[in-house]
């Protein structure tokens, strides 16, 4: 019975990899703090015309 061990190919591709940095795509992900502000702002707005009209 002979005992199978790994390649080499195997040994290298798995040291390279350890040691290679891969890089990180960018993500979908924005920061929209900014237009929720507006959009209460401006709803705010409204809702305060509205009330001085009626009052």
Do not use: Y
């Not at 993500?27 to 009626?54: M, Y």
């Amino acid at each position: 019975a002979e005992k199978q061990q790994p390649s080499k190919e195997s040994t290298k591709t798995s040291d390279s990899s350890t040691t290679k940095q891969e890089e990180n795509p960018q993500t979908g992900d924005t920061n929209q703090t900014g237009w929720l502000l507006v959009l209460a702002l401006c709803s705010g707005g409204f809702l305060a015309r509205k009330w001085i009209i009626k009052h």
